[in-house]
């Protein structure tokens, strides 16, 4: 059984970047396909990328397309998150969370099973 652990969030300029990472402990990384979710100010939770458990597959969600990049050192037991170009609209609490020997084909809340407790982001004018 996983447990995940986010850091790397805070805040930052419109046009900066973050890099968020997760931790993954219990079970080699490499078990479980990987994604990052977010929850902007009042609105329900939403995939951001997913990357299959090794690397072959990722998604993207249209909003971050060309922006944000996820990415996963499966030595290290560690996924991550490289945003760039950030917008105030990207605001939110950012969550990992993993589906253990999962195909990673799409980002759909409901079959993630394992997450962490999310890191705050912010990004101002």
């Known amino acids: 059984q996983a447990q995940l652990v986010e850091s790397g969030g805070g805040s930052v300029q419109a046009g900066g970047s973050l890099k968020l990472s997760c931790v993954v402990s219990?079970?080699?990384?490499?078990?479980?396909?990987m994604a990052w979710f977010r929850q902007l100010d009042g609105k329900s939770r939403e995939g951001v990328a997913s990357?299959?458990?090794?690397?072959?597959?990722?998604l993207y969600a249209d909003s971050v397309k060309g922006r944000f990049t996820i990415d996963r050192q499966n030595a290290k037991n560690t996924l991550y998150l490289q945003m760039n170009f950030l917008e105030p609209k990207d605001t939110g609490v950012y969550y990992c969370?993993?589906?253990?020997?999962?195909?990673?084909?799409?980002?759909?809340?409901?079959?993630?099973?394992?997450w962490g407790q999310g890191t705050q982001v912010t990004v101002s004018l």
């Open positions: 990357i299959s458990r090794f690397s072959t597959r990722k």
């Open positions: 219990g079970e080699p990384a490499s078990t479980y396909c």
């Open positions: 969370a993993a589906i253990r020997l999962g195909d990673c084909k799409d980002l759909e809340l409901n079959k993630y099973t394992y």
